[in-house]
């Protein structure tokens, strides 16, 4: 558990050797206040240990990049959280280095695209020294800042 900037973190970790990593997600899960926002962070993929942190959820974000390996992956995730119900949209990340598949099928299957971050060495620069992108390219606010506004709107309009 940590607390930084006004925001509590809780993580959990799956030691070598051990093969139930969604007995790991069940108590971080258990740890987390339901009050305000809980943001949970999963790996990418359709997995055990994903299914069960999303499941309950308001709203899943779903990153990908616009490659034939993202649009796959896209694709599982969405049919997953179609199954549990749970309201989705799409974040496109390194936007530029594949094609318009993604974009494509999101707009057959009727998934808003949220928000695109281009391929830029200064973002990647800027993650890999653990710089969050709102400091090192502050102009990215506002983004985040709608597409934040995006993700409560559809949690608002459903919740009632």
């Not at 049919?79 to 496109?92: A, F, T």
Request: proline share 6%.
């Amino acid at each position: 558990m940590g607390y930084s900037d006004g925001v509590d973190f809780i993580q959990g970790r799956l030691h070598m050797g051990e093969a139930m990593a969604s007995s790991v997600v069940t108590k971080v899960n258990e740890q987390a206040i339901r009050e305000g926002t809980v943001i949970i962070d999963v790996a990418p993929g359709t997995s055990c240990p994903v299914v069960a942190a999303i499941k309950g959820s308001d709203f899943c974000l779903l990153v990908t990049e616009p490659t034939p390996f993202g649009l796959n992956n896209l694709a599982s995730a969405i049919d997953v959280v179609r199954k549990l119900n749970i309201p989705c949209g799409v974040v496109l990340n390194r936007a530029g280095v594949g094609d318009k598949r993604v974009e494509e099928y999101c707009r057959k299957e009727n998934i808003p695209g949220l928000l695109s971050i281009p391929l830029d060495n200064r973002i990647a620069s800027f993650y890999s020294r653990g710089i969050p992108l709102v400091e090192g390219m502050p102009e990215w606010r506002q983004n985040l800042l709608k597409l934040w506004g995006k993700i409560r709107e559809v949690v608002f309009a459903r919740s009632g």
